[in-house]
């Protein structure tokens, strides 16, 4: 199964006042404590989300498997007040598709930007709102915007994130 097209990436940012640990804990439905800010995100009462993967690129860390060490990590890596520190991409599920395979074509997708680009992706089913659309079956990838090194550590910029010009370059 392939997905031909993700569509826009949204980003996010601090100048925003988003983090990415909060992001994360919201798409995973899941209680993360952001250590720079010590707020915690509990989302463990929310509800539809059908299935969840982290992604990671070809030789990284194990440890990073875990939410709230990876998305931490993202959030330390990066110190300015306007730092991007995850980029995102919501794509629809075909009507009709199964659950597994949903989540079979969005891990497929992240491996793909995993091993592209080496960042980390979170892949989260959501299910459509109680009040919406019941075909609204959708995915969630949440990525770092830096590459993880063999040594466990965020580097630079991943070349996703870089300007055309600077990404022309790589």
């Not at 919201?26 to 009462?45: E, F, Q």
């Not at 969840?52 to 440890?63: E, Q």
């Not at 009507?95 to 997708?109: H, I, N, V």
């Amino acid at each position: 199964m392939r997905i031909a097209s993700a569509g826009a990436a949204s980003t996010v940012s601090r100048s925003k006042g988003r983090s990415s640990v909060a992001a994360a804990a919201y798409r995973l439905g899941v209680s993360l404590v952001d250590d720079r800010t010590g707020l915690t995100h509990d989302y463990t009462r929310k509800g539809g989300v059908v299935a969840t993967a982290t992604v990671l690129p070809k030789g990284a860390p194990a440890a990073y498997a875990d939410p709230a060490t990876l998305w931490n990590a993202a959030e330390a890596a990066d110190k300015r007040v306007n730092s991007v520190t995850a980029r995102e991409w919501q794509i629809a599920v075909p009507f009709g598709l199964s659950e597994a395979d949903a989540l079979k074509a969005g891990r497929a997708y992240a491996s793909w930007l995993a091993d592209r680009y080496g960042v980390a992706v979170d892949v989260c089913i959501h299910a459509p709102d109680k009040d919406g659309d019941d075909r609204n079956f959708h995915v969630h990838m949440l990525a770092t915007t830096r590459t993880i090194g063999e040594d466990g550590t965020l580097g630079a910029k991943a070349v996703i994130e870089l300007a055309n010009k600077d990404r022309q370059k790589a």
